[in-house]
């Protein structure tokens, strides 16, 4: 009896491009580290590079393939490519590269990062520079830093927002469980991703149920489990996430809109009107040092906890409604800690 053939799923393009990009970065960072001023030899190259001795042989195979003129240096031990040979020039200038090297600092913060496309960027870029440029951005990297974000904790989300991301670009549906604070037991959704967006401190997903007419708002750390489908995703050609969101305070919208007027103390104003809080903000200063800031907002919940955080040195002046509910929660601060 003739055995029978094991079928092997066929890897995703998604996988498979990522598998591409990591390697191609790790090709590149060779190049970079021997177009450098120190001395890189194999073994040196595969512990900067954490892979294997046989792996850099292999990429400077490559290299040399790409018509890359290195050459091992008997005295010094060590690879050089040919002096005076680069890529052809990037036409970027100082402040644009000063760009880059912010958002790859930016891009890997903790909390933030997602995904590892922003370093292999830059990495290549610097591969295409003059020695001068490309120590321009090691520098810029030293001095620029990104710190205490206060962000949702993202670190075990990389793989579903890689997924979410890939599912946008490719246009495919996305399936998962969800965990809502609101439900007893995560659930089970399908979902038309129509975008992903930071906001209010945390990476959020917009997309339409598959059995509803109307978008949601989704925390990505609240995924279980998520999964790119085959069927094409429908997203509206006119979808706009600022009309989405409207003049809600933060990702969730109410269905009542709110004149909000805030008049917020002497020590305080200084501080409040150094942010710009919200698109509808106004802010009028007062001869006694005082500041009143003025919003439309889409719903009171959000702003309510913003509100509380200034507990004694903001006065709600209007509407009514968020006054009640500032004094709601304060006598219930009271009460339990009374206990």
């Given at each position: ?131 001068e440029r490309q120590q321009l951005l090691e ?124 008049l917020f103390s002497k020590d305080a104003a ?70």
């Open positions: 009896m003739a055995k029978k053939k094991t079928v092997r799923p066929a890897r995703r393009d998604a996988e498979r491009r990522l598998r591409q990009t990591d390697r191609l970065s790790r090709v590149l960072r060779v190049l970079q580290l021997i177009q450098g001023r120190g001395r890189w030899n194999a073994a040196g190259i595969a512990a900067e590079l954490e892979c294997s001795e046989r792996t850099v042989f292999r990429d400077l195979q490559v290299l040399e393939m790409a018509g890359i003129p290195w050459v091992f240096e008997e005295v010094a031990q060590c690879y050089r490519v040919r002096p005076g040979w680069q890529f052809p020039v990037m036409n970027l200038t100082d402040d644009e590269l000063l760009g880059q090297v912010t958002a790859t600092v930016i891009a890997g913060a903790k909390g933030l990062r997602v995904g590892t496309g922003s370093r292999p960027a830059t990495s290549k870029m610097a591969a295409t520079l003059s020695a520098d810029a990297e030293q001095l620029v830093s990104v710190l205490d974000l206060k962000l949702a904790d993202h670190s075990r989300s990389n793989e579903i927002i890689r997924t979410i991301q890939w599912a946008l670009l490719d246009n495919k549906q996305l399936s998962g469980q969800y965990g809502s604070p609101y439900q007893e037991s995560p659930v089970r959704v399908t979902l038309h991703p129509y975008r992903l967006c930071l906001a209010q401190q945390a990476w959020y997903l917009v997309a339409r149920p598959v059995d509803e007419v109307r978008p949601k708002t989704y925390r990505v750390t609240r995924f279980k489990s998520l999964r790119a489908l085959g069927a094409i995703a429908d997203v509206p050609d006119q979808f706009d996430l600022k009309g989405y969101f409207g003049n809600a305070w933060g990702v969730f919208r109410g269905a009542d809109t709110f004149d909000v007027e805030l200084p501080l409040v009107t150094e942010t710009v809080w919200h698109s509808t903000q106004q802010v009028k200063q007062h001869a006694d040092g005082t500041a009143t800031l003025t919003f439309q907002v889409d719903g009171l919940e959000e702003i309510l906890w913003w509100v509380l955080g200034w507990s004694g040195r903001v006065k709600v002046i209007a509407p009514r409604q968020l006054k009640e509910l500032v004094i709601g929660q304060l006598k219930q601060a009271i009460s339990m800690n009374q206990k």
